[in-house]
């Protein structure tokens, strides 16, 4: 069945420094592909998401390309801030389906 | 605006107790779910629904129910709460049509069985 493989974390970093969360994925057919974010205490917000091959979704400075040719779908982000320490969720919705499979998250500590 | 809001956002119980928490969304979504969230497990899908009088087991439904009277509500009973049932749960809707299916999601309700 579908599966979606995100990097185990936690994940450190100090302010400023550039982010890789490596996602992978397995599907049959063309799935979109989405990452979402939870901060503290609330649930998963959608962060970005890319419906098709090389579409690359982007939203506050995080960006992810939908690589079919490698099933990836890796969320990097240039310069991270504090405010970004949450756990990130690499999910993928399959074509004509409703129901979305979650990675099983990656939290990221940024130290000021 | 529109949202979707859980109750009790936190619950404690004994074990054996039938608990049910509240999901309410005003988005007027058809599709709505309900996943658990545990350490080291992710979110796993316990129960869906794709409409009024429509329910679907997910991949850790035992122990569990729903009804979908309504469009905007999805109850989750626990019919007699378990030790294994203390987590982290989470509603969400989307809706239905043209794809991708975005799910906007409650703030949770945090359950202990003791």
């Known amino acids: 069945g579908d599966s979606v493989t995100q990097m185990e974390g936690p994940v450190t970093l100090s302010e400023e420094a550039f982010l890789t969360i490596n996602c992978t994925y397995t599907?049959?057919?063309?799935?979109?592909l989405f990452w979402y974010v939870q901060y503290p205490g609330e649930g998963l917000q959608l962060l970005l998401k890319?419906?098709?091959?090389?579409d690359k979704g982007s939203n506050k400075g995080f960006e992810a390309t939908y690589r079919k040719e490698t099933t990836s779908f890796h969320l990097e982000k240039g310069s991270v801030q504090v405010s970004d320490s949450a756990v990130y969720f690499c999910?993928?919705?399959?074509?004509?389906?409703?129901?979305?499979?979650f990675g099983a998250g990656t939290r990221l500590f940024v130290k000021a | 605006d529109a949202e979707i809001t859980q109750s009790p956002r936190h619950k404690i119980t004994e074990t054996g107790r039938q608990v049910t928490l509240a999901c309410h969304q005003t988005?007027?979504?058809?599709?709505m779910f309900w996943y658990r969230q545990d350490l080291g497990h992710g979110l796993r899908l316990i129960h869906y629904?794709?409409?009024?009088?429509?329910?679907n087991k997910g991949e850790v439904s035992d122990g569990y129910s729903v009804s979908r009277s309504n469009t905007e509500d999805l109850p989750l009973t626990l019919e007699s709460a378990a030790s294994s049932q203390t987590s982290v749960y989470f509603c969400?809707?989307?809706?239905?049509?043209?794809?991708?299916?975005?799910?906007?999601f409650g703030p949770g309700t945090r359950l202990t069985v003791t």
């Open positions: 999910a993928l919705s399959g074509p004509g389906g409703f129901k979305t499979i």
């Open positions: 890319a419906t098709k091959a090389d």
């Open positions: 629904s794709y409409g009024v009088q429509d329910t």
């Open positions: 969400a809707s989307s809706e239905t049509g043209q794809g991708p299916y975005e799910q906007y």
């Open positions: 988005w007027n979504h058809n599709n």
């Open positions: 599907a049959t057919g063309y799935p979109s």
